[in-house]
């Protein structure tokens, strides 16, 4: 047994990768400046170039990139975003990360399950 709580590993492995790509798109397919997009994620515009150039969130980026249904998620999330909607990301992150996980798991990767993943909102 690990004490390493999920959310610890999920904030190292797959919120990186998610913020990777929701940076790659807002910039590249978006068109936004690397600050503007920086704003919207609540990051440093140093951020986003790392997360852009592949020096952070490179880990997990491929498997999650595979993976048609959280990029769907990404995709939705980042159009909301651009179209000016005042969200949190945050609200965003629970749901992206347990998607996250299913898509690692699908490949072999096993990242423990959170309470919020066990509760009767998001069913295994």
């Known amino acids: 047994m690990s004490i390493t709580p999920p959310c610890e590993i999920s904030v190292k492995e797959i919120l990186p990768a998610v913020r990777s790509i929701i940076a790659t798109k807002l910039v590249k397919e978006k068109g936004l400046p690397i600050y503007e997009a920086a704003k919207l994620m609540g990051v440093t515009p140093a951020a ?14 491929n498997l999650i990139e595979r993976d048609k249904r959280i990029m769907d998620m990404i995709s939705d999330l980042v159009e909301k975003v651009y179209s000016g909607n005042n969200l949190d990301l945050s609200t965003y992150y629970c749901l992206l990360c347990a998607e996250g996980k299913k898509a ?11 309470i919020y993943e066990t509760s009767a909102v998001i069913k295994q």
């Open 48 to 61: 986003v170039k790392n997360y852009m150039d592949k020096k952070r969130g490179n880990a997990s980026r």
């Open 104 to 114: 690692l798991k699908r490949n072999g990767i096993e990242i423990p399950t959170c």
